[in-house]
């Protein structure tokens, strides 16, 4: 309960000063508050109820985790087509799996894998 008072009481997003100019200037809380300082824009309140609702279907258990618990990004370069990387999509399953047994929102997301080729005789360029 005092967790959720507490980031009730966080201020608002506001622009963040240090962000370049020649980049989109998205809303952020201060440095140094909350683990959610990015998020924060569409986590708390109902500011933003579709962004909120496509969190939940995606797997939020609940509003005080919501507002609440650090998200955390899991990202594996895993592909079928490489061999060495196959077995990392299931490794980064079970990082998640502890991620979330502390608490926090785990969110598994794939990235580019790249083969060097050097199992197939390449030099690797």
Request: charged share 20%; with cysteine.
């Amino acid at each position: 309960m005092a967790d959720h008072q507490q980031a009730s009481a966080d201020p608002a997003p506001t622009r963040d000063p240090k962000a370049p100019k020649d980049y989109i200037q998205f809303p952020c809380l201060p440095p140094g508050g909350p683990l959610n300082r990015w998020s924060a824009k569409i986590t708390r309140e109902h500011d933003y109820p579709g962004a909120q609702a496509m969190l939940y279907g995606a797997g939020v258990p609940n509003r005080e985790m919501m507002k609440t618990a650090p998200q955390v990004g899991v990202a594996t370069v895993w592909w079928q087509g490489n061999p060495c990387n196959t077995h990392l999509l299931d490794l980064g399953q079970i990082v998640k799996k502890a991620i979330e047994k502390e608490g926090m929102l785990g969110w598994q997301f794939n990235t580019v894998g790249v083969s060097d080729a050097i199992t197939m005789g390449g030099e690797g360029e």
